[in-house]
């Protein structure tokens, strides 16, 4: 009883505490929000792909409208209509970088295409060849224009066998077949999907995409603020400490171990709370799915609050100043936060950050939650993170205990 005496006591002064209301809900949502927006890169509506300017000069052709079709199913440019009299304002736009390229359907390129009786023109392409985006776009382009004469190919040999069963197969014909085989292009019966991430789960992938900008920033915010927000918490050991507080308690049978874990329970359960508001925000607000693998989540989030709580004791008892306690708290939070990978994944930075940054508990704590909700990952995926968290939290209330002083 009287551990958790000293335990109540401690979160009582927490909840009138201003601070606490800031670095436990208020800084953590502000700062998850504002790293899913530079993580998703603004305006998550804007197509990514590289404008490329088409004028069609070939206004009675059919193929235009097919080209456009193909142009824009590409994962790399995205055609920008213009003007046919804009040729020239075109190659100002490219070599001023606001087209990646521009592509020109000259007259009479349909026809001469669909009729096959004469060369038909090549289209005018202008582009930097030496610059990535030129590179990108040229490559873009060739495989548009190769599908649109493999499909205009398919469509005449169609034509062929049907007028040799039918004996008739006119123009509409020819278009119909070379709009089924555009279809084919951009609805293939094979795809292959790369995702740097790992697993990706059967749901809509828009939907996952929307989830995964706020993944990381959750995770890696989540588990920053656990520290900032123990600055209240170990300050009362060293208020204590200076009114005499520690001092009294010695006149009482309570014994050193209990004051220490009664403070360290304090502290457990306000990061507990705290974990467990932040992942609900996170899973009803944001939609970063924590509670797919229910059972590993818990075993996060437990090890997590007992990590902190540790790491809080141990600054409290270090600490001889209320100033200090926040110098500590800061430098320590900014320290495992960024080496740690709570600011950027750490899979972005090479294998010798990657080595340091997993010496910090923020790294294994970030490493649990986002083998749940960005990798797919199941319960075994946690456990390692878990038992080293655990160690961590070991290490630190052992060494409170041991530096533990009533002066």
Request: hydrophobic share 55%; charged share 15%.
């Amino acid at each position: 009883m009287r551990i958790l005496d000293v335990a109540l006591k401690d979160l009582r002064q927490l909840i009138f505490d201003w601070r606490t209301a800031l670095f436990f809900l208020a800084m953590p949502i502000a700062f998850t929000l504002l790293f899913a927006f530079v993580f998703s890169g603004g305006d998550g509506a804007e197509d990514p792909r590289l404008p490329v300017g088409f004028i069609d000069q070939d206004g009675e052709s059919s193929l235009g409208t097919r080209v456009l079709a193909l142009l824009d199913a590409s994962d790399a440019i995205r055609p920008v209509p213009l003007e046919s009299a804009d040729a020239k304002g075109a190659q100002n736009q490219v070599a001023e970088e606001e087209l990646a390229a521009a592509v020109i359907l000259p007259a009479g390129y349909g026809e001469r295409v669909l009729s096959q009786t004469e060369p038909a023109p090549q289209p005018v392409v202008i582009l930097d060849p030496n610059s990535p985006a030129g590179q990108t776009a040229q490559n873009a382009l060739q495989a548009a224009f190769t599908r649109l004469l493999g499909a205009v190919e398919a469509a005449r040999l169609t034509a062929l066998a049907y007028e040799h069963q039918s004996g008739t197969a006119g123009q509409a014909f020819l278009v119909e077949t070379i709009d089924r085989a555009i279809q084919a292009w951009s609805d293939p019966p094979l795809t292959i999907t790369a995702d740097q991430s790992g697993v990706r789960g059967t749901e809509d992938e828009e939907a996952t995409d929307q989830t995964n900008d706020f993944a990381h920033s959750s995770a890696g915010v989540m588990v920053q603020f656990t520290m900032a927000g123990l600055m209240g918490a170990a300050e009362i050991l060293v208020v204590e400490r200076k009114s005499g507080t520690m001092r009294r308690l010695l006149t009482t049978p309570i014994a050193r171990i209990e004051i220490v874990l009664g403070h360290a329970i304090a502290m457990f359960a306000m990061i507990l709370a705290q974990l467990t508001i932040l992942i609900l925000f996170g899973q009803l607000v944001l939609g970063v799915d924590y509670l797919r693998e229910p059972v590993a989540a818990l075993l996060m989030l437990l090890t997590t609050a007992l990590w902190a709580a540790s790491l809080g004791l141990l600054i409290g008892i270090f600490a001889r100043t209320e100033e200090q306690v926040i110098i500590f708290s800061i430098i320590i939070m900014l320290l495992l936060s960024g080496l740690g990978g709570a600011w950027m994944p750490l899979e972005f930075t090479s294998e010798a950050f990657q080595t340091v940054g997993h010496l910090m508990p923020t790294a294994w704590a970030i490493d649990g939650f986002e083998n749940i909700v960005v990798r797919g990952l199941g319960l075994e995926s946690v456990l390692l993170p878990a038992a080293i968290l655990l160690g961590f939290a070991v290490v630190f209330f052992a060494i409170a205990v041991w530096r533990f002083r009533f002066e």
